[in-house]
Structure formats: structure tokens, C-alpha cells
Nanobody
């Protein structure tokens, strides 16, 4: 089992920045894809950004140029740097880990046979 724990959410004004973190409870010996998705009340779940064990990255069109996904393998932490935040970025952000998966277009992971998900961290952007 792998536990994922997100942190770093909060309230910020439009144009501001936040950095989300996702702590992973143990290292993964297989290939993997990690990412962030978000879900706002009444809206569909949306992939935001993903990174795989080959360091490939993928982003949703809505966040390209504003968000950056990265990982610290030594510390087992996944990050999401969010700049130029917009009101429409308001959502619960969840971290995911898919073992033996790869990135796909739109900031999501594809394939894989075992998936994990964190409880989420709330991001609220006000105008």
C-alpha cells in the first residue's frame, strides 16, 4: 500500500500563487505516473498535470504556462507550482499515483494496474 498526503492548499486572490505538495509514503520500484486532478462542486473531475518516471510531463490546456509539476525523488514529494491563479482554478486538488502508467495528453496518466489517490487539498481563488 502507498499513502498520499496533499498539503499547501489555501485561499488566494486571483493572480496569486500557491505550491501544492504530495508526500508519498514509500518509493516505487516500478515505472509510474503521478499527477494532480481537481474537482469543483457540480463539475466533472479534470486532469491538471502529470509526470512519469521517465520525467515526461503533461498539462491540461487550461493550466499550460501557469502550472508546473515536479518531483523530488529523494524526499518522495510531488509538487504543483501554481502561478497566475484564476477564479476558475478553485477546486479540491487531489494527488494520484498510478503504477506502471505513463503520461497522456491533458495532464492525466494512462495505463497502469494499481492506482492510489490522496484525500485532497482545497484551493480557493477569489477575485
Amino acid at each position: 500500500q502507498v499513502q498520499l498526503a496533499e498539503s499547501g492548499g489555501g485561499s488566494v486572490q486571483a493572480g496569486g500563487s500557491l505550491r501544492l505538495s504530495c508526500a508519498v509514503s514509500r518509493s516505487i520500484s516500478s515505472s509510474y505516473c503521478m499527477g494532480w486532478f481537481r474537482q469543483a462542486p457540480g463539475k466533472q473531475r479534470e486532469g491538471v498535470a502529470a509526470i512519469d518516471s521517465d520525467s515526461g510531463t503533461s498539462y491540461a490546456e487550461s493550466v499550460k504556462g501557469r502550472f508546473t509539476i515536479s518531483e523530488d525523488n529523494a524526499k518522495l514529494i510531488l509538487y504543483l507550482q501554481m502561478n497566475s491563479l484564476k477564479v476558475e482554478d478553485t477546486a479540491m486538488y487531489h494527488c494520484v499515483l498510478d503504477v506502471r502508467a505513463r503520461i497522456d495528453e491533458g495532464g492525466v496518466c494512462k495505463g497502469g494496474d494499481t492506482g492510489y489517490r490522496g484525500q485532497g487539498t482545497q484551493v480557493t481563488v477569489s477575485s
